[in-house]
């Protein structure tokens, strides 16, 4: 059984925080602000976070973090002005995927065996939630083998260590263009896991109403991580009222070889509807 609380899980993420880690953390100076490289996130101060979860702010400050106790409200639809569109800064792509069109990475590329999955998206109006990451690593029967084979923000790493996910924007993670990323070691994933499915969902979608035809220029890309370029990319085209959840890629194991499919298929279940789906028990 795990928990997948937002809120929660960023409370006890913040608590673990040793104390060197936390004298590291200082508030950014005028010229970082003033910066084109940085990427606002998604209704995040530079120097006072708020916790869209969890009520709660975090003020930094050069020597330690101080949590700042708020008056818990209602999640409400924040305003964010991006000076250009995430996807508008990649490169073009090395090779450019069709929905449905599998492709073999052990064929095309087969010293390509860590590879990072970047994820990104941006919103169609002013209206910005939270989005998350999952990989569901499933085995034969298109389950979890169990609850510690996803890889989320409340679970950073599979059992085997193949799949690594490197954390969650809403908590000021830069990637660059890429909003979240998840690495992938191919040769160390288990042999009973025969598919990684990759997952985009909204979070608290159903209780404020959000859904992906708010979402605009949604993609996955794929990096060698030995050689730092980019192989594959796959760019979502539906987005969709009814959806809050879209399984955007599996990669799957077949006949010695490892592939990709770009499946874009969304649906009306949540993370926990997922989990439910994928075999998954939570708190």
């Given at each position: ?20 880690q936390r004298r590291e953390i200082r508030p950014l100076t005028l010229s970082e602000l003033s910066t084109e490289k940085l ?18 702010s975090v003020q930094h400050h050069a020597g330690n973090v101080q949590p700042v106790q708020q008056t818990a409200q209602p ?162 085209t539906d987005y969709y009222r009814e959806v809050v959840s879209m399984v955007v890629g599996e990669l799957y194991f077949r ?29």
């Amino acid at each position: 059984m795990i928990n997948i609380r937002h809120n929660e899980i960023k409370a006890i993420r913040l608590s673990d925080v040793s104390a060197s880690q936390r004298r590291e953390i200082r508030p950014l100076t005028l010229s970082e602000l003033s910066t084109e490289k940085l990427t606002p996130v998604k209704g995040i101060n530079p120097v006072t976070s708020g916790n869209a979860h969890s009520g709660s702010s975090v003020q930094h400050h050069a020597g330690n973090v101080q949590p700042v106790q708020q008056t818990a409200q209602p999640a409400s639809p924040v305003s964010q002005t991006r000076t250009a569109p995430l996807r508008d800064k990649l490169p073009p792509a090395e090779k450019l995927l069709k929905k449905g069109e599998k492709y073999s990475i052990t064929k095309n590329h087969p010293s390509a065996v860590s590879l990072r999955a970047g994820i990104g998206w941006d919103f169609s109006g002013t209206q910005v939630y939270d989005i998350d990451i999952e990989a569901f690593m499933l085995d034969e029967t298109e389950k979890v083998p169990d609850d510690s084979w996803i890889v989320f923000y409340g679970q950073l790493r599979s059992p085997d260590g193949s799949v690594i996910h490197r954390g969650d924007s809403s908590e000021g993670k830069n990637f660059g263009a890429d909003c979240e990323q998840i690495d992938i070691k191919l040769d160390s994933v288990s042999r009973h896991i025969s598919k990684i499915a990759l997952v985009m969902t909204i979070n608290e979608a159903k209780q404020h109403g959000y859904n992906f035809s708010g979402m605009k220029d949604a993609y996955i890309r794929f990096t060698d991580m030995s050689s730092g370029k980019e192989i594959f990319r796959y760019e979502l085209t539906d987005y969709y009222r009814e959806v809050v959840s879209m399984v955007v890629g599996e990669l799957y194991f077949r006949n010695g070889e490892w592939r990709f499919n770009p499946v874009g298929m969304g649906t009306g279940d949540d993370l926990e509807g997922l989990c439910n789906r994928y075999g998954i028990e939570v708190k």
